[in-house]
């Protein structure tokens, strides 16, 4: 292993802050990778449902999940942009 | 209560045992059985009747009319006079008693009322019952009546009930006069008359027993009147009898009071002593009354051998001289009885979870919090379900809620407060002493998920505190004619059941099989919450312009969905910490992503575009 390196591992795990943001970041990453899960079964099921109240529950349901999915892309720009020293 | 029960049943059986053998035993004793039994479905069919027209008008009435005591004591006089059923009148009190619409004073001044008002149904029958061939007015009622009940106009429905309750009620008198003529043939019933003191006191007693087994002080008065009229019985027993149904007519108000809260206790116990009284009164100074009666019949050109109209006027009589003798001391009345009758020592409650031992331990605290809290969720899910007239076994069962709403229309009084205090403060404060006691200063992962589990018991006594607010309307419109007020109201016990049943299912979810990503399916009830207050707004707003309700109705609406939204709010806020079990990181990961509010509405528009 390289100094540089040793010396970048050693400054990371002194580095409470950035343990943290990595943290951060793999959560709303996994979580992301569930609503993504979650939508692609509700897409599914919404095919096979046809018309009725069913449908609309599902529709909104999806309409939901795009949504909290489309804020935790926002939220993981935001993190890596702080990372790269981006305001 | 269990012997109470029991006493019931034997005292039931024995009476049904000596009835059988009684109508098998005397064809003519039959037909004064039947005359009774027809006359107690008359009333039934008129209360019924008069229950459909107590919608709005009755409350409206009550609620300007009870302001001050003789506007009480009238409106008791009048509505019992015009219903004819003071057990309806003192039932509708209770229940009104019960949501802090009426006081005590303002209860004790109607069951005042309703003991002058119920004196008119001796005067009908004397006076008009046996005068006139009343089963010829009978049959028509009927006929008519029935057709009426057949139609699906509830009005219509309402009045069919009322004219066939009263066919009913005078083809009872009919069959009692007839069946006491023949009766009279064969056994003379005055040989078992007695005289003084001793005759007094053991009619009196036959007088309660027979309205206490009956149930009704009228059907008991149009015995003693029918027998009084063929000299079956003696004037003076016919006064100890009346004497003794007016005491034994309490018992309606007792049963009802049993499960009452303890308002309807109170009034059940002022009526119990308002005619045990005047019961007293009149034993005491039956001879001065009989003077009396004889004076008034002279004054009105009542002939002196009508002992039956005599005895209407004395039934009036003694019942007026203890309205003028307690109504200076129903303040002491109601001072009195608050005393006896105070609100039962509530059991409160105690927390099942929250021990010393977990303290020790971060984690098994926090959880022992949560279950706790789920517990008292539950206590409050029961509390807001019979709240609102529903049963909570039958909401979380797979029962149509539709249907259940629709069975459930007439909603019984129910004791918020106290059961607020029984089943839900004593576990609330615990859990706030005990998150106050935990020291969690050197631990914040744990410490930020005990503000939350605080949190979300504030949200549970909240949304109970809304219920409450709810429920007083809830009462009042239960009774309404008006079905788009009662639609909508149906509309909001729906909604919150509906609610409480889908968060119960996904408790019960996430306990088993655990929920990932939990916390994000709120959002999926926050936008139909709010849907569902957009739609209930606009459904109101068009019923008020269309003169479908009236404004001050609309108002009441307008506020009352406010509160179904703010229970529901709260309900979906507390499940979302309670209900969700996850890594601290983990949840506030996912709270990031929950939509705030301008999302959500964001989430409506897409649809709506």
Same mark, same amino acid.
């Given at each position: 292993?390289?100094?540089?390196?040793?010396?970048?591992?050693?400054?990371?795990?002194?580095?409470?802050?950035?343990?943290?943001?990595?943290?951060?970041?793999?959560?709303?990453?996994?979580?992301?990778?569930?609503?993504?899960?979650?939508?692609?079964?509700?897409?599914?099921?919404?095919?096979?449902?046809?018309?009725?109240?069913?449908?609309?529950?599902?529709?909104?349901?999806?309409?939901?999940?795009?949504?909290?999915?489309?804020?935790?892309?926002?939220?993981?720009?935001?993190?890596?942009?702080?990372?790269?020293?981006?305001? | 209560?269990?012997?109470?029960?029991?006493?019931?049943?034997?005292?039931?059986?024995?009476?049904?045992?000596?009835? &059988?053998?009684?109508?098998?035993?005397?064809?003519?004793?039959?037909?004064?059985?039947?005359? %009774? #039994?027809?006359?107690?479905?008359?009333?039934?069919?008129?209360?019924?009747?008069?229950?459909?027209?107590?919608?709005g008008t009755l409350e409206n009435i009550l609620s300007i009319s009870t302001d001050k005591l003789w506007k009480s004591l009238g409106f008791g006089v009048i509505s019992t006079t015009l219903m004819q059923s003071s057990s309806l009148v003192t039932v509708i009190t209770?229940?009104?008693?019960?949501?802090?619409?009426?006081?005590?004073?303002?209860?004790?001044?109607?069951?005042?009322?309703?003991?002058?008002?119920?004196?008119?149904?001796?005067?009908?029958?004397?006076?008009?019952?046996?005068?006139?061939?009343?089963?010829?007015?009978?049959?028509? @009622?009927?006929?008519?009546?029935?057709?009426?009940?057949?139609?699906?106009?509830?009005?219509?429905?309402?009045?069919?009930?009322?004219?066939?309750?009263?066919?009913?009620?005078?083809?009872?008198?009919?069959?009692?006069?007839?069946?006491?003529?023949?009766?009279?043939?064969?056994?003379?019933?005055?040989?078992?008359?007695?005289?003084?003191?001793?005759?007094?006191?053991?009619?009196?007693?036959?007088?309660?027993?027979?309205?206490?087994?009956?149930?009704?002080?009228?059907?008991?008065?149009?015995?003693?009147?029918? &027998?009084?009229?063929?000299?079956?019985?003696?004037?003076?027993?016919?006064?100890?009898?009346?004497?003794?149904?007016?005491?034994?007519?309490?018992?309606?108000?007792?049963?009802?009071?049993?499960?009452?809260?303890?308002?309807?206790?109170?009034? #059940?116990?002022?009526?119990?002593?308002?005619? %045990?009284?005047?019961?007293?009164?009149?034993?005491?100074?039956?001879?001065?009354?009989?003077?009396?009666?004889?004076?008034?019949?002279?004054?009105?050109?009542? +002939?002196?051998?009508?002992?039956?109209?005599?005895?209407?006027?004395?039934?009036?009589?003694?019942?007026?001289?203890?309205?003028?003798?307690?109504?200076?001391?129903?303040?002491? @009345?109601?001072?009195?009885?608050?005393?006896?009758?105070?609100?039962?020592?509530?059991?409160?409650?105690?927390?099942?979870?929250?021990?010393? #031992?977990?303290?020790?331990?971060?984690?098994?605290?926090?959880? #022992?919090?949560?279950?706790?809290?789920?517990?008292?969720?539950?206590?409050?899910?029961?509390?807001?379900?019979?709240?609102?007239?529903? +049963?909570?076994? +039958?909401?979380?069962?797979?029962?149509?809620?539709?249907?259940?709403?629709v069975q459930s229309r007439k909603i019984p009084p129910y004791d918020v407060d106290v059961a607020y205090n029984r089943s839900v403060k004593g576990i609330y404060s615990a859990i706030i002493a005990y998150i106050s006691q935990a020291s969690f200063?050197?631990?914040?992962?744990?410490?930020?998920?005990?503000?939350?589990?605080?949190?979300?018991?504030?949200?549970?006594?909240?949304?109970?505190?809304?219920?409450?607010?709810?429920?007083?309307?809830?009462?009042?419109?239960?009774?309404?004619?008006?079905?788009?007020?009662?639609?909508?109201?149906?509309?909001?016990?729906?909604?919150?059941?509906?609610?409480?049943?889908?968060?119960?299912?996904?408790?019960?979810?996430?306990?088993?099989?655990?929920?990932?990503?939990?916390?994000?399916?709120?959002?999926?009830?926050?936008?139909?919450?709010?849907?569902?207050?957009?739609?209930?707004?606009?459904?109101?707003? &068009?019923?008020?312009?269309?003169?479908?309700?009236?404004?001050?109705?609309?108002? +009441?609406?307008?506020?009352?969905?406010?509160?179904?939204?703010?229970?529901?709010?709260?309900?979906?806020?507390?499940?979302?910490?309670?209900?969700?079990?996850?890594?601290?990181?983990?949840?506030?990961?996912?709270?990031?992503?929950?939509?705030?509010?301008?999302?959500?509405?964001?989430?409506?528009?897409?649809?709506?575009?």
């Amino acid at each position: 292993m390289g100094k540089k390196k040793l010396l970048k591992k050693l400054q990371d795990f002194f580095d409470a802050d950035q343990r943290e943001k990595e943290r951060h970041l793999s959560d709303i990453k996994r979580i992301l990778k569930k609503l993504k899960e979650k939508e692609r079964k509700l897409q599914k099921d919404l095919e096979l449902c046809g018309i009725g109240d069913k449908c609309e529950a599902l529709k909104q349901e999806l309409d939901i999940i795009y949504a909290q999915r489309m804020k935790g892309v926002k939220i993981v720009k935001e993190i890596k942009d702080k990372g790269k020293g981006k305001t | 209560m269990v012997l109470f029960i029991m006493i019931k049943k034997i005292l039931l059986l024995t009476i049904f045992i000596l009835l &059988a053998y009684a109508l098998w035993l005397s064809p003519d004793f039959n037909q004064i059985a039947a005359g %009774v #039994a027809i006359f107690l479905f008359g009333m039934l069919s008129l209360e019924q009747g008069f229950q459909s027209f107590t919608g709005g008008t009755l409350e409206n009435i009550l609620s300007i009319s009870t302001d001050k005591l003789w506007k009480s004591l009238g409106f008791g006089v009048i509505s019992t006079t015009l219903m004819q059923s003071s057990s309806l009148v003192t039932v509708i009190t209770i229940s009104f008693l019960s949501v802090g619409i009426l006081d005590l004073a303002a209860g004790i001044g109607i069951i005042f009322g309703a003991n002058l008002g119920t004196t008119t149904g001796a005067w009908l029958i004397a006076g008009f019952g046996l005068k006139v061939d009343i089963a010829a007015y009978a049959m028509p @009622m009927l006929v008519l009546g029935i057709l009426l009940v057949l139609q699906k106009n509830k009005t219509l429905k309402g009045l069919g009930a009322i004219l066939a309750g009263m066919g009913f009620l005078f083809l009872g008198i009919s069959y009692m006069k007839e069946g006491f003529e023949t009766f009279r043939e064969t056994i003379d019933l005055t040989q078992y008359a007695l005289t003084g003191t001793k005759g007094l006191l053991i009619f009196t007693l036959i007088g309660i027993a027979a309205t206490v087994v009956m149930q009704s002080s009228h059907a008991t008065m149009v015995l003693i009147i029918t &027998a009084l009229s063929v000299q079956e019985i003696t004037y003076e027993n016919a006064l100890a009898l009346a004497i003794g149904s007016n005491v034994g007519t309490t018992i309606t108000a007792i049963i009802g009071a049993l499960s009452a809260s303890v308002e309807g206790k109170r009034l #059940a116990g002022a009526h119990l002593l308002f005619n %045990v009284i005047t019961g007293l009164i009149a034993l005491l100074m039956v001879n001065q009354f009989i003077v009396v009666v004889d004076l008034i019949a002279d004054a009105v050109d009542i +002939s002196e051998s009508d002992y039956t109209l005599k005895l209407a006027i004395f039934h009036t009589l003694f019942n007026l001289v203890g309205v003028a003798i307690m109504l200076p001391f129903i303040s002491r @009345m109601v001072i009195f009885l608050e005393r006896a009758l105070r609100s039962e020592g509530i059991k409160v409650d105690q927390p099942k979870y929250l021990n010393d #031992a977990a303290m020790a331990f971060p984690d098994t605290l926090v959880s #022992a919090v949560r279950q706790e809290t789920v517990r008292l969720y539950q206590h409050a899910s029961h509390i807001i379900l019979k709240t609102i007239g529903l +049963s909570p076994r +039958s909401v979380f069962s797979e029962q149509d809620l539709q249907q259940l709403i629709v069975q459930s229309r007439k909603i019984p009084p129910y004791d918020v407060d106290v059961a607020y205090n029984r089943s839900v403060k004593g576990i609330y404060s615990a859990i706030i002493a005990y998150i106050s006691q935990a020291s969690f200063t050197w631990e914040m992962r744990q410490s930020g998920s005990l503000y939350w589990l605080r949190e979300a018991s504030r949200h549970i006594v909240e949304a109970i505190k809304d219920t409450k607010h709810l429920q007083k309307n809830l009462l009042k419109t239960s009774f309404s004619t008006n079905h788009f007020v009662t639609d909508e109201y149906e509309k909001i016990r729906y909604q919150i059941a509906d609610l409480l049943r889908q968060l119960e299912l996904f408790r019960l979810q996430a306990e088993t099989a655990g929920e990932e990503i939990g916390l994000l399916s709120f959002d999926v009830f926050k936008v139909k919450l709010k849907e569902q207050d957009q739609q209930m707004n606009a459904s109101i707003d &068009a019923l008020i312009r269309e003169h479908k309700i009236k404004p001050e109705e609309g108002t +009441s609406l307008i506020n009352d969905s406010s509160y179904m939204y703010e229970i529901k709010n709260h309900l979906v806020a507390m499940a979302e910490t309670v209900f969700i079990v996850q890594q601290q990181n983990t949840t506030e990961s996912e709270r990031e992503l929950t939509l705030d509010d301008n999302e959500l509405v964001k989430v409506m528009q897409t649809e709506n575009d």
